[in-house]
């Protein structure tokens, strides 16, 4: 069924928005831009030097002849430095996904450092080009051969920043450091937390409602609440049927607007649905790479549990903040009155996904398992003091389903006593 024009100009401009922002995480924008303005200002430092006279208003005491060698010399290095720094770049990626996980690339390529010393190998070497291109044997730009002069000194401190940069970032304690950084800061701001105002009382939805589906398959990487309200004129509530971190098809709903008539085919384009998971609004997605990084440190290709013992005590810290925050509202007020039901997701999904994968793979190691039933204490403790039953019972459940086949493949008496102390000290939070 075709789709109205305001639908693919919202669609459109959606679209936009989100590859903006894989921009600022990819070795394009950011890159380009710094290489631009490094490369344009040649123009302007030979202007300066062109209303100088002949010889500019620059130091460099050398003739044309000298110029050109000076500027040839430092592109050519630092075209060669660049091609280096994209094979170590390259390398990296490679090696973080077959050791690490895959789901880890987005954060590398978007990592500042990276990008802007990228684009400082490229912009040398095209400024060097095109202060070239204007010295001839009558005119020399002291000033921009001078600044070309310094910049490639610049270049080599770069290249040994990058070398060090680059060495510290695949270390697997910096790799699951920056993961789960990134995951504490999207547990702060909660989906749909921001959104409305909280619904005082709660509010039972009935009658008819027209169901809204994905535009296009794949995962539902942010929820614009604002929009879906604003794309469903007339509607008196709209009940959200997905959370970010889904993966949906054209054929599943995500959102039924009630009355029915009040739905309209823009409301699809307020889900951003893409290739792959953000954290913006999916704290699960930094859990799930801490997961994927233990689960292949225990894997017998690595055989790394100490990479897996990081990986349970960051999950730990992201559960304990989990744990001791409030669940936002599910029922929210839209500007315009419009009552939008968003559920995030329940703490009981995120506490399976951060710690079962990594017992099922890990219950052969003791230190594993206790480091896991240590963090789920921790979580535990933490619902207890703020009165979150429920989540005190799930974490009971999940230290259980730990503990029980661990205890049973122990091989000595010592990792047995230690698994039963671990596992008596979750059961006591639920006395």
């Known amino acids: ?199 005082p009382a709660p509010v039972v939805l009935s009658g008819p409602a027209a169901h809204v589906y994905a535009d296009r398959a794949g995962w539902v990487r942010a929820v614009g609440l604002d929009r879906l309200a604003e794309r469903s004129p007339g509607a008196e509530s709209v009940e959200v049927l997905v959370v970010p971190g889904d993966f949906v098809t054209p054929a599943r709903p995500v959102a039924a607007v009630r009355p029915p008539e009040a739905a309209t085919p823009q409301a699809s384009v307020a889900f951003e649905i893409s290739r792959e998971r953000d954290l913006e609004q999916d704290v699960g997605f930094g859990i799930r790479q801490l997961v994927d990084i233990a689960v292949r440190a225990l894997s017998p290709s690595v055989n790394d549990p100490t990479t897996a013992v990081t990986c349970v005590g960051y999950l730990g810290a992201v559960l304990e903040r989990l744990a001791g925050k409030r669940t936002p509202e599910t029922d929210r007020r839209a500007g315009a009155g419009v009552l939008v039901r968003a559920p995030g997701p329940p703490f009981e999904r995120l506490l399976d996904e951060a710690f079962l994968e990594i017992g099922r793979h890990g219950q052969d190691d003791p230190r594993v398992v206790c480091a896991a039933l240590e963090a789920l204490e921790r979580v535990g403790a933490v619902a207890a003091a703020v009165g979150a039953s429920d989540r005190v019972l799930s974490v009971g459940r999940v230290a259980g389903e730990l503990a029980a086949p661990a205890l049973a493949r122990a091989r000595t008496d010592r990792e047995r006593a230690d698994l039963e102390v671990r596992a008596a000290r979750v059961r006591a939070l639920l006395a």
């Open 1 to 199: 069924m075709s789709r109205p024009a305001g639908v693919y100009e919202y669609a459109v401009r959606e679209q936009l928005v989100a590859r903006f922002r894989n921009l600022l995480h990819g070795f394009w924008l950011v890159p380009g831009a710094v290489a631009a303005a490094v490369a344009g200002s040649a123009l302007v430092l030979v202007e300066i030097d062109d209303a100088g006279g002949d010889k500019g208003v620059g130091f460099f005491p050398g003739d044309a002849e000298a110029a050109r060698v000076v500027l040839s010399v430092v592109a050519a290095s630092l075209i060669t430095v660049a091609g280096l720094a994209f094979s170590i770049t390259i390398v990296t990626l490679q090696l973080v996904s077959s050791q690490f996980t895959p789901r880890a690339l987005r954060s590398l390529l978007g990592d500042r450092t990276n990008q802007v010393v990228a684009g400082m190998f490229v912009g040398i070497f095209g400024y060097c080009l095109l202060v070239l291109r204007s010295v001839r044997q009558e005119f020399v730009p002291s000033l921009a051969v001078s600044v070309a002069i310094a910049l490639g000194l610049v270049g080599l401190a770069l290249l040994l920043l990058f070398i060090h940069h680059v060495g510290q970032t695949i270390k697997v304690d910096d790799i699951c450091g920056r993961v789960a950084g990134e995951t504490l800061n999207a547990a702060d701001r909660l989906y749909p937390e921001p959104f409305g105002e909280p619904e």
